[in-house]
């Protein structure tokens, strides 16, 4: 199993910066994409940013010049750097990350691709 813990939401005045974190951890043999998701009350979650295990990205347009994705392979860890924050912002932000586990029985390893959310962090924007 793998667990994802998000830290660093919090409130904000808008226009100012915050940086959330996601950190991995239980049998993992590797961490594939990772990604950000928002949820406004009552609707979906929608992409933020994502990024490969390589380091390519991808932005939600609202947010492109505004938030970087980063992630550390070696840490299993992803952060979200997120500058010139507006009202609009203000979401529940979740941590999404495709892994590759390892299970062992009787001598068998059986590796599982699966997709994991962590439990997410409010994120608040005052104007």
């Known amino acids: 199993q793998v667990q994802l813990v998000e830290s660093g939401g919090g409130l904000v005045q808008a226009g100012g910066s915050l940086r959330v974190s996601c950190a991995a951890s239980g049998s993992i043999l590797k961490i594939n994409a990772m990604g950000w998701y928002r949820q406004f009350p009552g609707k979906q979650r929608d992409l933020v940013a994502e990024i490969t295990r390589s380091g390519i990205t991808n932005y939600a347009d609202y947010v492109k010049g505004r938030f970087t994705i980063f992630r550390d392979n070696a840490k299993n860890t992803m952060d979200l750097q997120m500058n010139t924050l507006k009202a609009e912002d203000t979401a529940v932000y979740y941590c999404?990350?495709?892994?590759?586990?390892?299970?062992?029985?009787?001598?068998?390893?059986?590796?599982?691709?699966?997709?994991?959310w962590g439990q997410g962090t409010q994120v608040t924007v005052s104007s």
């Open positions: 999404l990350a495709g892994a590759t586990t390892r299970a062992i029985d009787h001598s068998i390893a059986t590796n599982s691709h699966n997709g994991y």
